[in-house]
T-cell receptor, first 111, second 115 residues
């Protein structure tokens, strides 16, 4: 499974756009990029998944450059409730797979 | 629709005891995975089950075991508890067919404290 690298922590203020970048230099051809959000003492929550270019849903956008060696999770106009740990994972979407989590990025949103 | 459910929510045990954690997957999901998350770390994979068969196992000792029932619910058992087993135990479910989307959806977890 491809290893991912992301910042340990990030700070932001309410109303700002937050971009969290994840590096995955060894991503395989059939790997997808998935982001989860986790609040303290809760299970991770699926945010978004993509393979290439741009994916957008009601919560976030995911930007993936052509070489797919990195990806950026974009959270528009964050609020205090977006304070959480964000995990970037890389692995096959199709077929059997287990998830390999790193330490994630701790996002702190301040008033 | 109900999401993944886990019971109990919290549990306190002493060293050497045994514990059983339970998980019910999302309706229609046939695969269940178990993860252990210690404080400050990301979840670590323990087991994955599909159609009552073990499909994957992480780097955990034999004290950890699991099973999946015909209704696709699952139990995780841990014997001879150690202080280091204190963690949040997470269950995740997915369709599991291997032919389509395998996004895993997590339950709220069971917080285990070993004294």
């Amino acid at each position: 499974l491809a290893k991912t690298t992301q910042p340990i922590s990030m700070d932001s203020y309410e109303g700002q756009e937050v971009n969290i970048t994840c590096s995955h230099n060894n991503i395989a051809t059939n790997d997808y990029i998935t982001w989860y959000q986790q609040f303290p003492s809760q299970g991770p929550r699926f945010i978004i998944q993509g393979y290439k270019t741009k994916v957008t849903n009601e919560v976030a956008s995911l930007f993936i450059p052509a070489d797919r060696k990195s990806s950026t999770l974009s959270l528009p106009r964050v609020s205090l409730s977006d304070t959480a740990v964000y995990y970037c994972l890389v692995g096959p979407q199709w077929g059997y797979s287990t998830l390999t989590f790193g330490k994630g990025t701790m996002l702190l949103v301040s008033p | 629709d109900a999401g993944v459910t886990q019971s109990p929510t919290h549990l306190i045990k002493t060293r050497g005891q045994q514990v059983t954690l339970r998980c019910s997957p999302i309706s229609g999901h046939k695969s269940v995975s178990w993860y252990q998350q210690v404080l400050g770390q990301g979840p670590q994979f323990i087991f994955q089950y599909y159609e009552k068969e073990e499909r994957g196992r992480g780097n955990f000792p034999d004290r950890f075991s699991a099973r999946q029932f015909p209704n696709y619910s699952s139990e995780l058992n841990v014997n001879a508890l150690l202080l280091g087993d204190s963690a949040l135990y997470l269950c995740a479910s997915s369709l599991g067919s291997g032919q389509g989307e395998e996004t895993q959806y997590f339950g709220p977890g069971t917080r285990l404290l070993v004294l």
